[in-house]
């Protein structure tokens, strides 16, 4: 097995080493890595920023291919919409990277997801979302190697089932993405598109649908993020973790009633009850009267908290911890485990069933771990 550690190419820095690591810095480095790597019929795992992981202290028993490769490229626009440019993004470009890029272009319409880790191949998988906008709302295609045809192809978006924090990537579609295809919007001045999230309108002091300069919406997402101690600072432990550990459950609105009235809760969509019809019979358009129940978004990190885990909460003896500044981080506070993650976990997981009932679901990839 290799020397290095997962552990140091992971931001909550726990995981042990790969028995092989291939660092890929190309496309076609990318393509041959992992045709070579699927002809083997080995394990693999592919590793960009390595911001969205859990990987066991056991490490990895196969291959791991860590694509660092990089390009930005904003193509010629021949659409008929002369505000939007098309930004072609290697798998491997560091995502704040891209951000920073666009923001500097004059480019709007992902500046709210600024500060977000890891890299651009890996935003599509759980489709990064932050402050209003998501991923889906920019990305047009993805170039892609698939696992079993070997082929090579670009998938539309709306072909890639962009949901909250999923996609077809999450739900057993297998291969590596190689390249991103976004339409960014150019509002004339550098504006940003219209602020979409209520504390980020408030945090600027605007109004929701608003319009304000690209480089004040970045500036200010990044002071939000360093709050929570969401952006990377190797002099600051809180950071060093996988972002938003669980995500916010989506419960029906009955549900949502039981629930203290102080607990925050954001509608989020109707769902279609099924109906039964006769075999061959022609399917009606189903009736706004039809719709399932309501739907809403719950706080993972407001259900935590009030489950009695207070920010900085650690297990005794454990170097995993709650971080100081938002209860929805684990944080390795120096020297942690994977296993003392997923034990400071299991019991977050276990305080919020007791007290709402409500499972809470990792955010993160595991890798030869389970919660």
Known sequence: MTSVPLSSLTTLQVGGPARELLTVTSREQLIEAALDTWDSNEPWLILGGGSNMVIADEGFDG?????????????????????????RVAAGEPWDDLVSW???????????????????????????GAYGQELSSALVAVEYLDRYTHEISWIPAAELALGYRDSVFKQGKEGVILTLELRLASYGEGLSAPIAFPQLATALGVDLGSQVALAEVRNTVLALRAS????????DPDTASAGSFFMNPIVTENFARHLP???????????????????????P???????????????????????GISKGYRIPGSHAAISSKHTL???????????????LATYVQAMVQSHYGII????PNLI???I
């Open 228 to 235: 929570k101690g969401m952006v990377l600072n190797p002099a």
């Open 102 to 128: 666009s923001v500097a272009e004059g480019l709007a319409g992902i500046e709210a997801l600024s500060g977000i880790p890891g890299s651009s191949g890996a935003a599509p998988i759980q489709n990064i």
């Open 261 to 283: 009235a102080e607990a925050p809760r954001y509608p989020v969509a109707r769902t279609a009850q099924d109906r039964v019809l006769p075999l061959g019979a022609e399917v």
């Open 368 to 370: 030869g771990v389970d």
């Open 285 to 307: 358009p189903l009736p706004s009267t039809q719709a399932g129940p309501n739907l809403v978004k719950l706080s993972a990190a407001w259900l935590i908290e009030n489950a």
């Open 329 to 343: 981080a684990i944080t390795n506070q120096g020297g942690a485990t994977a296993a003392e993650v997923v034990g």
């Open 63 to 87: 291959t791991v291919i860590h694509v660092c490769s990089r390009g930005i490229e904003r193509l010629q626009d021949i659409s008929s919409s002369p505000n939007h440019s098309t930004v």
């Open 360 to 363: 809470l679901y990792p955010e």
